[in-house]
């Protein structure tokens, strides 16, 4: 918050932001009787946890248990729930749902808040193609319950009740920046760095000598691909490589890629789904590869859970998804930023 601007709790912002404020207790309302027709319990992850994930580019808050001898040890506020609900799926459950309050440091803007609402859903036994009709019916639901025909974005419209167009990352490269995707990736699932910056650069999207793999492929998606998804309709964008996937289990029909689809709607990232891998040495390993990326670029790593590496052993084959909840209302509504959704925001702690 900038020194001229009123809190949000200054009666005339929060009269602003109010109408929206009551549409999202509306749409959660009904996303949750949705999920309960559809045979889901829903659940709640602790907030506390050993990890709060081991994705190289997320950023966790971290706090420390104190026991009453004064023995310490660190603890995170978790960035998703996901480590606890796989534990609860090799515990027995079969479909479940967490209106999860999350944590993300280094997030702040109009699409972004250090604490949010994480709709997080698991269904045991069934392709993730599944998350991807769900996602459809949600949104839909959130615009019929805002008395809305479209979801709305900076000047942008995607119509929820046309089908989602579904396209692949290997067609998206080759759309939007020319660029042969899968001819970077070896049948291993190996990447060829070299290769894939010589196309980028002949794309005209400039290659630092420093970018990985990874920094290639996020620039190409970040400048070509995301601005171009979800216009008219939403989009559902599937098929990521293996390397970009950390928690997917690979598609059988080809190794390189795995079962990971984003969802987007006037430009906007809504919710990020997998078939879930549940090889818990291959896990260990992606999880190793992402602290080390994460040390390399930060300094810092987080610990591995080992429990959850445990529970996977015995998880059965599962597909898994988080939306953002904030997000999905201020399209559905018209909210022009996240703030505008969310009861009372966290401070802005640094002047801008």
């Not at 579904?166 to 049948?187: C, K, M, N, S």
Request: hydrophobic letters at 45%; glycine letters at 6%.
């Amino acid at each position: 918050m900038s020194m001229t601007a009123s809190p949000w709790w200054a009666k005339d912002r929060h009269a602003d932001r109010r109408p929206f404020l009551v549409q999202r207790g509306r749409i959660k309302q009904r996303l949750r009787s949705w999920f309960e027709a559809e045979g889901f319990t829903e659940v709640e992850a602790g907030l506390l946890q050993v990890s709060p994930g081991n994705e190289a580019h997320l950023h966790a808050f971290a706090t420390e248990a104190v026991a009453i001898d004064g023995r310490r040890a660190p603890l995170y506020l978790h960035t998703s729930p996901e480590f606890a609900a796989k534990k609860l799926i090799a515990a027995g459950e079969t479909r479940i749902v967490d209106f999860a309050r999350v944590f993300r440091n280094r997030e702040r803007g109009p699409l972004h808040h250090p604490e949010f609402t994480m709709v997080e859903w698991y269904r045991v036994g069934e392709p993730y193609e599944q998350l991807m009709a769900d996602c459809a019916a949600l949104m839909r639901l959130a615009c019929e319950t805002a008395g809305a025909t479209l979801l709305t974005w900076r000047g942008a419209t995607a119509d929820p009740f046309l089908e989602p167009e579904r396209v692949t990352l290997a067609e998206a490269f080759d759309r939007h920046a020319g660029i042969d995707l899968l001819a970077t990736i070896a049948p291993s699932g190996e990447a060829d760095r070299a290769d894939l910056a010589g196309r980028t650069r002949a794309a005209g999207i400039r290659v630092s000598e420093d970018d990985t793999w990874a920094d290639i492929f996020s620039k190409v998606l970040v400048e070509r691909i995301e601005p171009k998804l979800g216009f008219g309709r939403p989009a559902i964008l599937c098929e990521y490589p293996v390397s970009e996937a950390a928690l997917a289990r690979p598609k059988p029909a080809d190794p390189r890629v795995a079962e990971r689809f984003e969802l987007y709607a006037c430009g906007v990232e809504l919710a990020n789904a997998f078939g879930e891998l549940t090889d818990p040495t291959e896990q260990r390993r992606r999880f190793e590869i992402e602290m080390a990326e994460k040390a390399r670029v930060y300094g810092e790593r987080y610990p591995i859970d080992e429990e959850l590496l445990a529970a996977l052993a015995l998880m059965p084959p599962t597909s898994g998804i988080a939306l953002g909840f904030e997000r999905l209302v201020m399209l559905a509504t018209g909210a022009r930023a996240i703030d505008e959704v969310i009861w009372t925001p966290v401070p802005e702690t640094f002047s801008r």
